[in-house]
């Protein structure tokens, strides 16, 4: 089973394993090949390290979307944008395990295309908990700016040029918006609500976590890499943060019903 493999990726694929082995011979640091480390296949996986991290994060997003589901009444203010995280989640790391084990111009847009989203709709998760349960005009109007600037973002890498630098700084920058934006909230609520604290732990985790992509070197056994590492270390982080997602939509909900007793 070698996922569609042609005579010409064969071909690419055996010369440069003969080339890594000429550099070693002679002493030499084994360069990258188009820009990517040689990694050993292994069965249809082309980087079974990255593939099997990504498909353990879908995985552990999926068991605790039902968890989330099982716990979390519908009724919950959260509870449609949570679920929606989810599944944007999920379709990510889909993806991302498609592209690590068959790498060609398609796998490799939707992967980056995904990744784009989930970040643009964890900006969005933040507006909605931080003002939108408030003033629901605002998040729409925000949820139509994001959905722009998504529609521009992929436009552009797709019919323009594919620029790994502009790809790059955008989600970065995004990124970074969004790691302010939770962190913001997380220290201004951390006495009210001590689930926030798993949040900050999240948010923190998560940029100390992405150093990982700044590390070069040769796959471990031309199997694990940096961004493997990265990926199975983001597991942990993403079962943390469905569990402050169930934690404060069950909040939310008993908040919202003590209100309308009130009332």
Avoid at 20 to 25: C, D, H, K, N, P
Avoid at 170 to 196: F, K, T, Y
């Amino acid at each position: 089973m070698r996922a569609s493999w042609t005579c010409r990726d064969d071909c690419k694929y055996e010369c440069m394993w003969v080339t890594v082995g000429l550099y070693l011979q002679e002493g030499h640091e084994v360069p990258q090949f188009h820009g990517k480390w040689p990694f050993s296949r292994f069965l249809c996986f082309q980087e079974p390290a990255s593939a099997v991290a990504s498909f353990l994060n879908g995985l552990a997003s999926l068991v605790m979307l039902c968890r989330y589901r099982a716990s979390v009444p519908a009724s919950s203010p959260m509870y449609p944008t949570c679920v929606a995280f989810a599944w944007v989640s999920l379709n990510a790391w889909f993806w991302s395990t498609v592209f690590h084990t068959r790498d060609t111009d398609l796998t490799e847009k939707m992967d980056y295309f995904c990744a784009s989203t989930v970040i643009l709709h964890s900006v969005y998760l933040c507006c909605v908990r931080t003002v939108g349960l408030q003033c629901p005009a605002v998040a729409s109007a925000f949820r139509a700016l994001l959905l722009l600037m998504l529609t521009a973002h992929v436009s552009y890498l797709s019919l323009i040029h594919f620029d790994y630098g502009y790809n790059l700084a955008a989600n970065v920058a995004i990124g970074l918006v969004n790691a302010v934006w939770w962190l913001a909230w997380c220290l201004w609520n951390q006495r009210q609500l001590p689930h926030a604290r798993k949040c900050m732990v999240v948010v923190l985790l998560l940029q100390g976590l992405s150093l990982l992509e700044l590390l070069d070197f040769p796959p471990l056994f031309w199997v694990l890499d940096a961004h493997a590492i990265w990926h199975f270390s983001t597991i942990p982080v993403h079962v943390l943060f469905f569990s402050f997602l169930e934690d404060d939509s069950l909040y939310l909900l008993k908040e919202s019903e003590a209100k309308f007793k009130l009332d």
